[in-house]
Antibody, heavy 125, light 111 residues
């Protein structure tokens, strides 16, 4: 059973950056994909991006282009998400989650079977 | 505006059956991509409830079931219990956005 433990709450000024960590235990870290999902107060879930540690290749949702950096350290089984040029609308709880592949003869999609506890990030002047 | 559309709220009495719809388009559910469902209890992280349209992970009661048809999917909860009161989200993949996408979430109230 994979466990994901995230870093603690952050308070940031507009224009600054935040880096959230996600440490995995159980399973083989480098063999699975870690995604980042955020949830603004009272709002729904929003996928931000992912990384496959064994490949070290990230990809992200278009709306975060130029602001998001997702990395992974195989030695410590830790994934990181850094978001820059923070604005008040980035105030949210940020989750990491392990992705699993679901494949049929007609399509392949992905779902999240394990989640971190969430990291609240507040952006305020 | 979420890519997948869910009703904001549903409600039911204990023991009743409720369904939550998730409507997509030709670039996600209608393109054949499968749908997954999550339950989020207040103040906690989401929890996987259904994957691949209708599969339950180990430990999820068989009161929860899912289906998919055309550009929509549904989550059904039978024998409603007080502890089912939570937010429920559908999720799939969108080929036009090249992104994993969620529904806006549905708040279930057990009367």
């Amino acid at each position: 059973q994979v466990q994901l433990v995230q870093s603690g709450a952050e308070v940031k000024k507009p224009g600054s950056s935040v880096k959230v960590s996600c440490k995995a235990s159980g399973g083989t870290f480098s063999s699975y994909t870690i995604s980042w999902v955020r949830q603004a107060p009272g709002q729904g879930l929003e996928w931000m991006g992912r990384i496959i540690p064994i490949l070290g290749i990230p990809n992200h949702a278009q709306q975060f282009q130029g602001r998001i950096t997702i990395t992974a350290d195989k030695a410590t089984s830790t994934a990181y998400m850094e978001l820059s040029s923070l604005r008040s609308e980035d105030t949210a709880v940020y989750y990491c989650a392990r992705e699993k592949v679901y494949s049929t003869s007609s399509s392949t999609t992905y779902y999240f079977d394990s989640w971190g506890q969430g990291t609240p990030v507040t952006v305020s002047s | 505006q979420s890519v997948l559309t869910q009703p904001p709220s549903v409600s039911g009495a204990p023991g009743q059956r409720v369904t939550i719809s998730c409507t997509g388009s030709s670039s996600n559910i209608g393109a054949g991509y499968d749908v997954h469902w999550y339950q989020q209890l207040p103040g906690t992280a989401p929890k996987l409830l259904i994957y691949g349209n209708s599969n339950r992970p180990s430990g999820v009661p068989d009161r929860f079931s899912g289906s998919k048809s055309g550009t929509s999917a549904s989550l059904a909860i039978s024998g409603l219990q007080a502890e089912d009161e939570a937010d429920y989200y559908c999720q799939s993949y969108d080929s036009r956005l090249s992104a994993l996408v969620f529904g806006g979430g549905t708040k279930l109230t057990v009367l």
